[in-house]
Nanobody, 115 residues
Framework: VQLVESGGGLVQPGGSLRLSCLASGFTFSSYTRRWYRQAPEKERELVASITSGGGSRKYGDSVKGRFTISRDNAKNTVYLQMSSLKPEDTAVYYC?????????WGQGTQVTVSS
């Protein structure tokens, strides 16, 4: 079982990035998928979540209206489209897959928002 994030990098304030998280080794479609982030010296926070069928999406207050989570079950991939990025969005972003007692994490991808 593996989750691999990609798409992080350095972007200027106001810019956009799209993160991807490819899952392998398990049946992806039944899992709720989430993106978390952790900035230096801060606790990990939930950024966004999407249910197995994509019918329900939730966002942290700090990213509402700027970030969009989506999934493609055929590709075993979840995405996080990030727009209007701010310096305070700088963090390591982690994807998560959870179904009942099964809970998997990726290694994280760094997003840095700076001019």
């Amino acid at each position: 079982v593996q989750l691999v994030e990609s798409g992080g990098g350095l972007v200027q304030p106001g810019g956009s990035l799209r993160l991807s998280c490819l899952a392998s080794g398990f049946t992806f479609s039944s899992y709720t998928r989430r993106w978390y982030r952790q900035a230096p010296e801060k606790e990990r926070e939930l950024v966004a979540s999407i249910t197995s069928g994509g019918g329900s999406r939730k966002y942290g207050d700090s990213v509402k209206g700027r970030f969009t989570i989506s999934r493609d079950n055929a590709k075993n991939t979840v995405y996080l489209q990030m727009s209007s990025l701010k310096p305070e969005d700088t963090a390591v972003y982690y994807c998560n897959a959870q179904f009942r007692e099964y809970d998997y994490w990726g290694q994280g991808t760094q997003v840095t928002v700076s001019s």
